[in-house]
Structures are given as structure tokens and as C-alpha cells.
Nanobody, 121 residues
Framework: VQLVESGGGLVQAGGSLRLSCALS????????MGWYRQAPGKQRELVAA????????TYADSVKGRFTISRDNAKNTMYLEMNSLQPEDTAVYSC???????????????WGQGTLVTVSS
């Protein structure tokens, strides 16, 4: 099971970016997926997450109203739409999936390699 992020880059303050996280590999029953970020010198923090089944979402207070997390199950892809970006949003953004491998029942927590988002003032 692999996660591959894309969509990071450089944007001016007030701009927008959309990150994508594509899941590939073995069949995987997902419990939850999320986006995390880590800024230089800071701890990694949860930005947003979506729970399978009910589809409930959660967001960090700092991004509420600006970021939107979504999943396209048909494409095995998760997105993070980021609007009104600010310099403090600059970080490496990584996606995460928690679930069970179909057939083996093995529980896995999988991370992508990360994508850099830089917001200039």
C-alpha cells in the first residue's frame, strides 16, 4: 500500500492550492485518512481528517473555513483544497491512511512522502 502526494508548490498569500493523495497497492479497507503538516522547527500537526463510513471530517482550528478535505473513492484519492493561504501555512504536507489490508487483516498506518507548500507574504 502506497500513498503519493502531489500539488504542493509556491503561492502568494491569499492564494489557493489543491493537494492530492493517491492510494495504490493492495486492497485496503480504510478507517480514516488525513493530512498532516510539519513546519520548520515545529512538531507535526493534524490539519484535517475524514473518517470512512459516515464521512465525518475534522479540522485544525487554524484552517477551519479555509481548507476542505475530501475523498474520491472511485479514484482512491484524497484531496485538500486550501484557500486564503497564509505564510504560517508553509510546511511539508503529508497524507496518512489508517486501515486494514483486505485478505490478510493486517492493520497498517501508511504515510506519503510529503509535499512542500510555501506561502510567500
Amino acid at each position: 500500500v502506497q500513498l503519493v502526494e502531489s500539488g504542493g508548490g509556491l503561492v502568494q498569500a491569499g492564494g489557493s492550492l489543491r493537494l492530492s493523495c493517491a492510494l495504490s497497492g493492495s486492497m485496503f479497507d480504510i478507517n480514516a485518512m488525513g493530512w498532516y503538516r510539519q513546519a520548520p522547527g515545529k512538531q507535526r500537526e493534524l490539519v484535517a481528517a475524514v473518517i470512512s463510513g459516515g464521512g465525518s471530517t475534522t479540522y485544525a482550528d487554524s484552517v477551519k473555513g479555509r481548507f476542505t478535505i475530501s475523498r474520491d473513492n472511485a479514484k482512491n484519492t484524497m484531496y485538500l483544497e486550501m484557500n486564503s493561504l497564509q505564510p504560517e501555512d508553509t510546511a511539508v504536507y503529508s497524507c496518512n491512511a489508517d486501515g486494514t489490508v483486505v485478505g490478510t487483516g493486517e492493520h497498517l498506518e501508511v504515510w506519503g512522502q510529503g509535499t512542500l507548500v510555501t506561502v510567500s507574504s
